[in-house]
């Protein structure tokens, strides 16, 4: 009996939750949810049977959304406003013209069952679209000209938002070859340049420290508005980076090794056990006993270290070119390790340890060259600046 109930109360239980759920049309509607009621109905006349009640809750739903959209919409269809307004507009325009389309593939199914619904139609929608993408490319030039002026006369702040500006115009009208070209001016106007000066302390030349061999690379764009410059070119500068050098050293190759003989008792197999007279011995289930036989195996090993590091020491400092003042300071003391470390062995590889067969598992790799190791430490310097510069003060002209 206690199992029927639950057969009969469960499916009760989940019908309920199901329902409750489930918010209805006429909820929606009256809760002002016009385009969820709108996104449901369409669905069940899409997938289910066409019926008086949900074509009629189609109508409720698209008559209390229309004026709702109409008046948001109006005022940009003749009158000029924010872009920012212009693109919700657009935005809301394009989710309605969207369920204007899904409305019209199920129109025919709700006419061919003797049901008439009566909305919008899309060639009115669409003319609303075109009429605010006007507005908004209007809207799209006075603000990015406006902006501009401020650029060029310095405002770092101005350049980036009409960057972000021409972006969304450049979606618009992707043809417009000026565009790109504002594109590329505002992204320059925006950008921090920091000329990388190296102040060498220490007596070898300087053509000894890692960056030298980027001088075939003028500059780095190490974030989306910071370039890093490493040869004093004739453009104005925002910042100077000073790398003062204590110390960078790259050692020599060097190589260790260690030798010595190990050895271990192993099992070699097994013998038969045999009694004074050579007979072979069984326990009570008529199996012959057999006795390990113990060995000492005994190998040569050679546990074989290479090792080199590369050292840089010393501090940044970074100066705004326009008072002189240090923005940001970091000490730099920044390490690099190579460590090779495998064994070879001649004789029972029973003898060696866990450890020492580990070892022999490990495979020889070369030793890094001088400009490996390098490498290395510029990236590590490089992420290093990357951290201290990505929040830099932007000049902005009041």
Known sequence: MKYNLHRLIYPALIFMIAIMSCAGPEKLIQQGRYEEALDGLIRRLDRGKITAEKVAWLQEAYN???????????????????????????????LVIRQQQQIEQIRYRIEGSGFSISTLSIDTLMNWKDRILDRLTDAY????????VQARDGDKYAAREVYELYHKWYQ???????LTDAIEESRELGTNHILFIVADQRTPAWADLPVAWRSDVPAQLINNWTNLHFQDDPIPYDFVLYLDVDRWSISPERISEQKHHAQ???????????????????????????????ITASARIVE??????????????????SNGAIVWSHPVDLYQQFNNQFARYQGDIRALTSDEKRL???????????????????????????????????????
Do not use: C
């Open 360 to 398: 022999v598992d490990n495979p020889e790799v070369p030793f890094p060259n001088n400009r490996d190791m390098e490498a290395n430490i510029w990236s590590d310097l490089m992420r290093m600046i990357t951290a201290g510069v990505s929040k830099l003060p932007v000049n902005r002209i009041s």
């Open 64 to 94: 209390r959304h229309e004026p709702v959209f109409i008046r948001r919409i109006t005022p940009f269809l003749s009158s000029p406003g924010r872009s920012s307004q212009l693109e919700e507009t657009l935005s809301e325009v394009n």
């Open 304 to 321: 074989v270290i290479k090792s080199r590091e590369a050292v840089l020491h010393g501090s940044l400092e970074l100066r705004d070119e």
């Open 141 to 148: 030039k006075v603000e990015t000209d406006a902006l501009m």
């Open 264 to 294: 271990q008792r192993v099992i070699d197999g097994y013998r038969v056990r045999r009694d004074t007279a050579g007979n072979a011995v069984f326990d009570s289930l008529g199996h012959a006993i057999k006795d390990p036989v113990w």
């Open 172 to 178: 618009l009208e992707p043809d417009r070859s000026d």
